[in-house]
């Protein structure tokens, strides 16, 4: 026929592949768009089908979708690192098998957990999809469909409303409200407890309390704290007592009114009032003591000084009252030369150290010749909760008096040894204190040389085994020993080698006894040596 072409050969296979390559296709792409707005809209009914019901929908631990009551719900649960955990915090006390019941959700797919605590009717329906978990807090004798009030966040708010109420009135801390006028609308227990304390006729239940602390409201700015007094004056009120009642109050606005806490602090004045009264005598004589006192707190910052301080080491009050530290206080001591200069710095360092930790152990003593000519004692000693005391004392007095008194034994010393006799001192206890070099030399001794006291038992002891026998040593250590009814007396005995020795004892003052010797060839030979002396010293 003209104008139609043949068709070709062949052609109703082509067809059939292409049409069911199309059909295919087709049937792929309507289940994977009807598969999307299956999960699309099921998911969104998972929240949304709840209305006002607190549902949650969590990915893992982490909240993928809530209804606006059970994010509500969530705010007020407890802190946790997750709000998974919040939740579980929330509602483990009133669903206390929840842990055990969603252990294994994945594997049921759905469970329904109801409350164990007596009268409450909350239901927890618990549903596992496509690896979300979705909770739903009911009640079951709710009915279904009537959604207008929710029995779980109701008893939620219930419960945190008894809480925060058992809160209010078992605080110690005084809590009131005040409307704008300033009439009295609420007061928790602690106030309404003192202020029925404060009267003498007994208000128990009535209402309104006593006003107290009026002029807390009259403080601004809000939130501060402020310190009141409640005094007898003050107030009128004939229970409250001569000491006044201090308090710790603050304020805040809320919708029209002003809320009043306060907590009694009286304790707190009294102990400070106390501590102050305390310091201050400490103080007063501190300030009278010639030993400089210089006290450093756990921080080794300094916390108290005496003027005695500033006077012994020419420090600046005003240095002193900014509270420098222990190294800042050494280093101006150091500047002025009120230390003995170290010999480098890195030794001076090492020595602070090692002062300060012989301070804590209460054994730092040292004596300080400073290059003025002065010298000072300086004792560290711990105090409690850390804290240490340095005193610094001027003992230049009683070291030039020490140095004299022992240029005055030297020289005696010398005097001594410059005589031929042979001489030695007891003190009133019968301990040599003295002897010259002739009677070291007599009795082949030096009782300077030793470390130990000699007594005059230890003397005689010497002086027998050195002679032959004779009573006269105990007539000497008589004479030693003796305290009253004391005279001078002399005697004679024979030593070892034959020699005739002439013993005098003389008492001197101070109970001590001073006892010579004099050796010749023969007693009178001794005793006219001696005499002529004698007789020379009186001539002089």
Same mark, same amino acid.
């Given at each position: 026929m003209p104008g139609f072409s043949a068709i070709p050969a062949g052609f109703p296979e082509l067809a059939i592949v292409v049409v069911t390559a199309a059909l295919t296709g087709g049937l792929l792409l309507y289940f994977f768009a009807l598969k999307s707005v299956r999960t699309t809209h099921s998911t969104y009914d998972l929240i949304q089908q709840a209305d006002r019901k607190p549902v949650f929908l969590f990915d893992d631990e982490t909240l993928a979708d809530a209804t606006p009551s059970a994010r509500e719900m969530l705010r007020a649960a407890p802190s946790a690192p997750s709000s998974w955990q919040r939740l579980m915090v929330l509602l483990s006390p009133r669903f206390s098998t929840l842990e055990d019941d969603i252990?294994? *959700?994945?594997?049921?797919?759905?469970?329904?957990?109801?409350a164990t605590r007596p009268g409450d009717t909350g239901l927890l329906h618990i549903e596992?999809?496509?690896?979300?978990? /979705?909770l739903e807090l009911g009640d079951?004798?709710?009915?279904?469909?009537?959604? /207008?009030?929710?029995?779980?966040?109701?008893?939620?708010?219930?419960?945190?409303?008894?809480?925060?109420?058992? *809160?209010?009135?078992?605080?110690?801390v005084l809590?009131?409200?005040?409307?704008?006028?300033?009439?009295?609308i609420w007061a928790n227990a602690a106030y309404i407890a003192v202020a029925n304390s404060?009267?003498?006729?007994?208000?128990?239940?009535?209402?309104?309390?006593?006003?107290?602390?009026?002029?807390?409201?009259?403080?601004?700015?809000?939130?501060?704290q402020h310190r009141l007094?409640?005094?007898?004056?003050?107030?009128?009120?004939?229970?409250?007592?001569?000491?006044? /009642?201090?308090?710790?109050?603050?304020?805040?606005?809320?919708?029209?009114t002003t809320v009043c806490i306060a907590l009694e602090s009286g304790a707190e004045v009294n102990a400070r009032a106390t501590l102050d009264e305390f310091v201050q005598t400490l103080s007063k004589t501190f300030a009278h003591l010639s030993v400089g006192l210089a006290v450093f707190d756990r921080a080794r910052q300094l916390v108290l000084f005496n003027p005695a301080l500033t006077d012994l080491t020419g420090l600046d009050v005003l240095f002193l009252s900014q509270k420098p530290e222990l190294v800042s206080f050494l280093d101006e001591l150091r500047n002025k030369r009120m230390i003995p200069e170290p010999k480098n710095?890195?030794?001076?360092?090492?020595? *602070?150290?090692?002062?300060?930790?012989?301070?804590?152990?209460?054994?730092?003593?040292?004596?300080?010749?400073?290059?003025?000519g002065r010298t000072y004692k300086i004792m560290g000693r711990p105090h409690p909760n850390g804290a240490i005391a340095f005193q610094f004392e001027d003992i230049t007095p009683e070291i030039t008096l020490t140095r004299q008194f022992r240029a005055e034994l030297e020289l005696s010393q010398a005097v001594m040894d410059t005589l031929p006799e042979a001489m030695v001192?007891?003190?009133?206890?019968?301990?040599?204190?003295?002897?010259?070099?002739?009677?070291?030399?007599?009795?082949?001794?030096?009782?300077?040389?030793?470390?130990?006291? *000699?007594?005059?038992?230890?003397?005689?002891s010497r002086w027998a085994a050195g002679t032959r026998a004779t009573a006269v040593w105990a007539g000497v250590e008589s004479s030693i020993c003796r305290l009253h009814n004391r005279e001078a007396w002399s005697a004679d005995a024979q030593m070892e080698d034959g020699r005739h020795l002439f013993i005098e004892v003389t008492p001197i003052a101070g109970g001590a006894t001073l006892v010579k010797f004099m050796t010749g060839q023969s007693s009178d030979e001794a005793e006219h040596i001696w005499k002529t002396r004698r007789l020379l010293e009186y001539s002089d």
């Amino acid at each position: 026929m003209p104008g139609f072409s043949a068709i070709p050969a062949g052609f109703p296979e082509l067809a059939i592949v292409v049409v069911t390559a199309a059909l295919t296709g087709g049937l792929l792409l309507y289940f994977f768009a009807l598969k999307s707005v299956r999960t699309t809209h099921s998911t969104y009914d998972l929240i949304q089908q709840a209305d006002r019901k607190p549902v949650f929908l969590f990915d893992d631990e982490t909240l993928a979708d809530a209804t606006p009551s059970a994010r509500e719900m969530l705010r007020a649960a407890p802190s946790a690192p997750s709000s998974w955990q919040r939740l579980m915090v929330l509602l483990s006390p009133r669903f206390s098998t929840l842990e055990d019941d969603i252990a294994d *959700i994945g594997a049921r797919g759905e469970a329904f957990v109801a409350a164990t605590r007596p009268g409450d009717t909350g239901l927890l329906h618990i549903e596992w999809w496509d690896g979300l978990v /979705r909770l739903e807090l009911g009640d079951a004798q709710q009915v279904k469909g009537d959604v /207008r009030v929710d029995g779980q966040c109701l008893q939620a708010n219930q419960d945190e409303l008894d809480l925060l109420r058992h *809160i209010s009135e078992a605080s110690p801390v005084l809590a009131w409200q005040l409307a704008g006028d300033g009439t009295l609308i609420w007061a928790n227990a602690a106030y309404i407890a003192v202020a029925n304390s404060l009267s003498a006729a007994d208000r128990t239940g009535l209402w309104p309390p006593a006003k107290f602390l009026p002029e807390l409201s009259e403080k601004a700015p809000d939130g501060m704290q402020h310190r009141l007094a409640l005094r007898p004056e003050d107030c009128d009120l004939p229970g409250l007592g001569a000491k006044p /009642r201090w308090f710790d109050c603050r304020k805040t606005s809320w919708k029209g009114t002003t809320v009043c806490i306060a907590l009694e602090s009286g304790a707190e004045v009294n102990a400070r009032a106390t501590l102050d009264e305390f310091v201050q005598t400490l103080s007063k004589t501190f300030a009278h003591l010639s030993v400089g006192l210089a006290v450093f707190d756990r921080a080794r910052q300094l916390v108290l000084f005496n003027p005695a301080l500033t006077d012994l080491t020419g420090l600046d009050v005003l240095f002193l009252s900014q509270k420098p530290e222990l190294v800042s206080f050494l280093d101006e001591l150091r500047n002025k030369r009120m230390i003995p200069e170290p010999k480098n710095y890195a030794n001076w360092r090492e020595h *602070i150290r090692r002062l300060e930790a012989s301070a804590c152990d209460g054994t730092y003593e040292e004596t300080w010749s400073l290059p003025s000519g002065r010298t000072y004692k300086i004792m560290g000693r711990p105090h409690p909760n850390g804290a240490i005391a340095f005193q610094f004392e001027d003992i230049t007095p009683e070291i030039t008096l020490t140095r004299q008194f022992r240029a005055e034994l030297e020289l005696s010393q010398a005097v001594m040894d410059t005589l031929p006799e042979a001489m030695v001192v007891f003190s009133a206890a019968g301990t040599l204190t003295m002897s010259n070099r002739a009677y070291n030399m007599l009795w082949n001794t030096d009782p300077g040389r030793g470390v130990t006291e *000699i007594t005059c038992s230890d003397a005689l002891s010497r002086w027998a085994a050195g002679t032959r026998a004779t009573a006269v040593w105990a007539g000497v250590e008589s004479s030693i020993c003796r305290l009253h009814n004391r005279e001078a007396w002399s005697a004679d005995a024979q030593m070892e080698d034959g020699r005739h020795l002439f013993i005098e004892v003389t008492p001197i003052a101070g109970g001590a006894t001073l006892v010579k010797f004099m050796t010749g060839q023969s007693s009178d030979e001794a005793e006219h040596i001696w005499k002529t002396r004698r007789l020379l010293e009186y001539s002089d």
